[in-house]
């Protein structure tokens, strides 16, 4: 039954807020650090190894021990130092507790939204996200590789949108990191979140220009 559960928050139509985020990627055309197809290929790499020397800690931590989800979020927050990506992650985090509260009745998911609206979490997407799998039962590496998918399907939505590459071209370089993700995850899965690191901090300060952007189409 995971599995199913799997493929209908990884579907684009989940409203889990993914899409109105670029991951910097906007900025950083604007800024002229990505330009070709090289350089955003330099971009999805970097973004994905910061997902998972940054993120999946978090993922995994919370997974393993959803009681700890208060501390985890505290934890990622002071981690997150950045201005625009600590906003963007409390926002998605709050999309996905609160889509997945009225999609799946499930009462651990109960627990966290009554959290969100209390405002005891400041729910940052990754220990949100390995909590809300976890009530799921989604096995663990499973939630670990799901949410490395969905943070790369981000910046290549946006890169598409931002007229970079076409739909194909986006798909096929997902295909192309077949190996990189599986990588990615191999290093990180067993990473605790006190372990937790900035793999490409030149990505959290592009970012970080973005509320500077005169004209944006992404909220971060």
């Known amino acids: 039954m995971s599995s199913w559960r799997v493929l209908q928050i990884v579907d684009s139509a989940f409203p889990s807020g993914g899409f109105a985020h670029s991951d910097g990627l906007e900025t950083a055309v604007r800024l002229g650090e990505v330009r070709s197809r090289g350089e955003l290929d330099a971009f999805v790499d970097s973004a994905t190894w910061q997902a998972g ?3 999946l800690p978090f993922v995994g931590s919370a997974w393993d021990a959803p009681e700890r989800i208060g501390e985890l979020d505290a934890a990622f927050d ?3 130092l950045a201005h625009v990506a600590n906003r963007a992650s409390r926002s998605q985090g709050r999309a996905l507790i609160a889509t997945s509260v009225r999609v799946f009745d499930i009462p651990a998911l109960a627990l966290l939204d009554e959290a969100c609206r209390a405002r005891t ?3 940052h997407l990754a220990p949100a996200f390995g909590a809300a799998l976890r009530a799921l039962e989604v096995p663990r590496r499973e939630a670990l590789a799901c949410h490395l998918h969905v943070t ?6 946006a890169a598409v949108r931002l007229g970079l590459v076409g739909p194909n071209e ?4 997902t295909f ?10 191999s290093d990180c899965e067993h990473v605790p979140a006190e372990e937790a690191s900035q793999a490409a901090p030149l990505l959290d300060w592009i970012g970080a220009v973005h509320d500077r952007l005169d004209t944006k189409m992404f909220v971060s």
């Open 53 to 55: 020397r940054g993120a």
């Open 78 to 80: 002071a981690m997150s």
């Open 121 to 123: 979490l400041r729910v």
């Open 152 to 157: 790369a399907r981000g910046v290549l939505s």
């Open 170 to 173: 986006a798909q096929r370089m």
């Open 176 to 185: 192309e990191r077949a190996e990189l993700f599986e990588r990615v995850l």
